[in-house]
């Protein structure tokens, strides 16, 4: 079936510091969701994309639609230590109300 | 503004016992959905329901049976509970806006099997 893959797995940064992670599919999406989850929660929703090569921001995000639609890829501008967390993809299985989950990049702030 | 809402918080089982998690969205979606989350893992689709009267199978559905009661309320229910079930649950609903969709997701049920 339909996977989503993200990278990187997790990452461990400066406080200030900028951070990029992506997710790659192996079919097309035609929406692509950005999640945070902190611990004991519910994952959030940070960004939806709808459209091939869309960019949006949300405050010090910025999230990407990938022209090929197989892609999409979110960064966090400044991080401070809240930003922590994981953060995860997710988009529909084509011609589906069907969600699936990248597994996820852990960030980690160092202050 | 409740969004949604599951039921129960916690819950500890024998292996064996049978119990259904309730969850309930004020947001008139269409759409609802039950994913688990192991430790360290992202989130596995169990079931999810398009729209009310039908309900369709996820990544891992075995074990568990679902009810679409109304268009706010999508209940899991697991039989016969095993240690393989120890998870957090959440549910979520969708909704179709002219741009597309987007799904919420409540605060999950923290299950554990013994």
């Known amino acids: 079936g339909q996977q989503l893959n993200q990278s990187p797995q997790s990452m461990f940064i400066q406080e200030g510091e900028d951070v990029s992670m992506n997710c790659t599919s192996s079919s097309i999406f035609n929406t692509w969701l950005w999640y945070k989850q902190e611990p004991g929660e519910g994952p959030v929703l940070l960004i939806a994309?709808?459209?091939?090569?869309e960019l949006t921001s949300n405050g010090r995000l910025t999230a990407q639609f990938g022209i090929t639609r197989k892609d999409s890829f979110l960064n966090i501008s400044a991080s401070i230590p809240s930003d922590v967390g994981i953060y995860f993809c997710a988009g529909p299985t084509s011609g589906t109300y069907k969600y699936i989950f990248g597994t996820g990049t852990r960030l980690k702030v160092l202050a | 503004n409740a969004g949604v809402t599951q039921t129960p918080k916690f819950q500890v089982l024998k292996t064996g016992q049978s119990m259904t998690l309730q969850c309930a969205q004020d947001?008139?979606?269409?759409?609802m959905y039950w994913y688990r989350q192991d430790p360290g893992m992202g989130l596995r689709l169990i079931y999810y329901s398009a729209s009310e009267g039908t309900t369709d199978k996820g990544e891992v559905p075995n074990g568990y049976n679902v009810s679409r009661l109304n268009k706010r309320e999508f209940s899991l229910r697991l039989e016969s509970a095993a240690p393989s079930q120890t998870s957090v649950y959440f549910c979520?609903?969708?909704?179709?806006?002219?741009?597309?969709?987007?799904?919420?997701f409540g605060e999950g049920s923290w299950l554990t099997v013994v």
């Open positions: 979520a609903s969708s909704e179709r806006s002219l741009a597309g969709n987007t799904i919420y």
């Open positions: 947001m008139n979606h269409n759409s």
């Open positions: 994309l709808y459209k091939a090569g």
